[in-house]
Structures are given as structure tokens and as C-alpha cells.
């Protein structure tokens, strides 16, 4: 089994570009997540979700969407880039969300700068 | 708010013993869980607690006191490998993980 897999691993953007970061999980989780994480702060969570079809805001949701057409694929797109979006991201996926004894397992991470 | 406090940075020696605190104030409590992140790389699971008390994992312990807010990992018999953050995350009524920033860990030898 591979995981997680997040796609790129590093991105430089400009002000206005958009982009797709890309998840890929093959372990059949029901409940995949985004957070960001940024120097001195703890991971907060972007969107959510627990299962296909099924999406939700987290902490910090502005300017990012996601979908989730299949169980597999949750990709997180940055619609406008702005240079506080530069941070390392996180894909995170579990069996499912609403239990405390699930754990997460994460991706590699994509480290993004924005211009 | 909810928040989760933990030390920013501390140092050991290579072969002693690290204690590395957590105190929360969440909506609800649904466990308790301790992640390894080496610079660069993923964060990996290392401990669950939902009752108080002590898990212990070969060489890393985690307890918990529900009624203190507060936790501890335990590093025994540190090794270089373990130079890595520790992230405290609490699962809140909602069932949504609540992180603190991490404590990163520095072993000398």
C-alpha cells in the first residue's frame, strides 16, 4: 500500500495564480482532511471529509476548495494564490472521522510559496 | 477558546530520560494523541490515551489526567533519532483534533 500520496512536493506560485494540490489515499478511508502548518502554530484543519460527496469547512477554509467525487481523491484547490497562503500542507486520511481511537495517517506534505 | 500549551523547544542528553508537557482547555474531551514530525517529514502516530493513566510503548510512555487538562510523553533511553517536534493533539466534542505548535526536541550526545 502506498498510503498517502500528496502531489507536488514543492510549488512556487504568483500573487493571483490557482492551483490543485493533489491526495491520493489507497487504504479506503472514509474520513480525508487538509491542514496547513505554519512556523509556531499547530496544524489547523482547511476541509474535511467523510466520505464521497460529502465536504466540510474546517478552521481556516477562506480560499481554498476541495471536492470529493470518490473515496480515493480529496484535491485541495487554491483559487487566487496570496502570500499568506504559503505554508506546507498536509493530506490526512482515517477509517473515519468520528471516532477518538482513529488515527490519522499523513501524506509527505506539499511545501508551497507564494510570490 | 480552545487552546493547547506546550513547551517550544528543549534539549536532552542522548541516553537520558525527557519529560514533554501538554496542558488543554478544549469543548469536550474524546482522547488524547502524541505525534512524531523529523524536520521535513510527516507527522506519525506515537501514543492514544482516553482514560487517565499511564500507555506505555516500549520506549515511550504517554498519561493522562482528564481532570488536570494536562499530559506527558515520556522518552526513555534517548537515542539522536529522536531529535524530532512532538505535537499534542486533543480530540474535541466534535470530534475535531485541536494541535498544539509542538515541542521540539534536541538531544545532544
Known amino acids: 500500500n502506498a498510503g498517502v500520496t500528496q502531489t507536488p512536493k514543492f510549488q512556487v506560485l504568483k500573487t493571483g495564480q490557482s492551483m490543485t494540490l493533489q491526495c491520493a489515499q489507497d487504504?479506503?478511508?472514509?474520513?480525508m482532511s487538509w491542514y496547513r502548518q505554519d512556523p509556531g502554530m499547530g496544524l489547523r484543519l482547511i476541509h474535511y471529509?467523510?466520505?464521497?460527496?460529502?465536504?466540510d469547512q474546517g478552521e481556516v477554509p477562506n480560499g481554498y476548495n476541495v471536492s470529493r467525487s470518490t473515496t480515493e481523491d480529496f484535491p485541495l484547490r487554491l483559487l487566487s494564490a496570496a502570500p499568506s497562503q504559503t505554508s506546507v500542507y498536509f493530506c490526512?486520511?482515517?477509517?473515519?472521522?468520528?471516532?477518538?481511537?482513529?488515527?490519522?495517517?499523513f501524506g509527505a506534505g506539499s511545501r508551497l510559496t507564494v510570490l | 477558546g480552545q487552546n493547547i500549551d506546550q513547551p517550544t523547544e528543549m534539549t536532552a542528553t542522548e541516553g537520558a530520560i525527557v519529560q514533554i508537557n501538554c496542558t488543554y482547555q478544549?469543548?469536550?474531551?474524546?482522547?488524547l494523541f502524541w505525534y512524531q514530525q523529523h524536520a521535513g517529514e510527516a507527522p506519525t502516530f506515537l501514543s492514544y490515551?482516553?482514560l487517565d493513566g499511564l500507555e506505555e510503548k516500549g520506549r515511550f510512555s504517554s498519561f493522562l489526567s482528564r481532570s488536570k487538562g494536562y499530559s506527558y510523553l515520556l522518552l526513555k533511553e534517548l537515542q539522536m533519532k529522536d531529535s524530532a517536534s512532538y505535537l499534542c493533539?486533543?480530540?474535541?466534542?466534535?470530534?475535531?483534533?485541536?494541535w498544539g505548535a509542538g515541542t521540539k526536541l534536541i538531544i545532544k550526545p
Open positions: 490526512a486520511s482515517t477509517l473515519a472521522g468520528g471516532s477518538g481511537a482513529n488515527v490519522l495517517t
Open positions: 487504504m479506503n478511508h472514509e474520513y
Open positions: 471529509s467523510v466520505g464521497a460527496g460529502i465536504t
Open positions: 478544549t469543548s469536550g474531551f474524546n482522547g
Open positions: 490515551n482516553v
Open positions: 493533539a486533543v480530540m474535541d466534542s466534535n470530534y475535531q483534533l485541536i
